[in-house]
Nanobody
């Protein structure tokens, strides 16, 4: 059972930056994909982005150019650098792991085998 622990959330103002971390209990190099999702109040959970084995990344259009995902296999950690934050980025952010090759879209939550507990990010205007 893989444990994922997110950290780094908080309350910041619009335009600020935050970096979220997701620490895994197992070696991240064994994971094919590591993704970040978010869920705002009253909305469905949506993908933010994913980093694939080998380093390729995918981002939702809403965050492209502002957010960056990276993985540090030496530290068993994946990061989400969030810049130019907007109030609409307010959500609970979740880390998720895909252990094998994807068989469907990166955005399909059912593709992910393990999830973290989430960290709250609140952006004030």
């Amino acid at each position: 059972q893989v444990q994922l622990v997110e950290s780094g959330g908080g309350l910041v103002q619009a335009g600020d930056s935050l970096r979220l971390s997701c620490a895994a209990s197992e070696r991240t190099f064994s994971f094919y994909g590591m993704g970040w999702f978010r869920q705002a109040p009253g909305k469905e959970r949506e993908i933010v982005g994913v980093v694939i084995s080998g380093g390729s990344t995918y981002y939702a259009d809403s965050v492209k150019g502002r957010f960056t995902i990276s993985r540090d296999n030496a530290k068993n950690t994946v990061y989400l650098q969030m810049n130019s934050l907007k109030p609409e980025d307010t959500a609970v952010y979740y880390c998720a792991v895909r252990t094998a090759v994807y068989t469907d879209l990166y955005s399909n939550m059912r593709q992910y085998d393990y999830w973290g507990q989430g960290t709250q990010v609140t952006i004030s205007s």
